[in-house]
């Protein structure tokens, strides 16, 4: 594949929108890697110690959440270790709209606050920058795109992209 045909960040002279854009590259790489897979596959944990592809993306989508919504709109939110282990109903489909709605959900806040607004002290963000946060929504994503690279080639001997 090429680079447009992944998204790979092409650079903004907007801070907001190249930060978006390295969150939206990781989010492809970590959606990539559901491709050609069934729902059982997406369900497995290889050796049983990595987290399901299934889990990763739900576990992300609830990040994106505590992040921006907890952090900077004041929805009380908690973590739980549960969300690396979706239950038995959530499938491809629903967890991929799931992030991908979450996805714009973020995306919109982020381009409607600007950067240096502090999240509330009390809240998830505990008082840090919009920057801050999206940097951090930048490297768990990217942690995780590299976790799901593992636990895709564990699966099925899949690499790349």
């Known amino acids: 594949m090429s680079d447009n045909e992944i998204g790979f960040p092409l650079g903004s002279d907007d801070e907001t929108e190249l930060l978006l854009q390295w969150l939206s590259y990781f989010r492809g790489a970590v959606v990539r890697k559901f491709d050609g897979l069934d729902e059982a596959q997406v369900r497995r944990r290889p050796d049983d110690h990595l987290i399901?592809?299934?889990?990763?993306?739900?576990?992300?989508?609830?990040?994106?959440?505590?992040?921006?919504?907890?952090?900077?709109?004041?929805?009380?939110?908690?973590?739980?270790?549960?969300?690396?282990?979706?239950?038995?109903?959530?499938?491809?489909?629903?967890?991929?709209?799931?992030?991908?709605?979450?996805?714009?959900?973020?995306d919109a806040a982020v381009r409607s606050l600007n950067l240096n607004r502090r999240s509330d002290p009390d809240g998830w963000a505990k008082g840090h920058e919009l920057r801050w946060v999206v940097l951090h929504l930048i490297t768990e994503t990217a942690r995780h795109a590299g976790h799901a690279d593992a636990t895709r080639e564990l699966l099925d001997g899949t690499t790349g992209e």
């Open 52 to 106: 399901s592809l299934l889990g990763i993306v739900h576990h992300l989508t609830r990040v994106e959440r505590r992040w921006i919504d907890g952090g900077f709109y004041g929805v009380e939110v908690h973590r739980s270790e549960d969300e690396f282990r979706p239950p038995d109903d959530v499938t491809i489909t629903s967890v991929l709209d799931g992030y991908r709605a979450r996805a714009d959900a973020t």
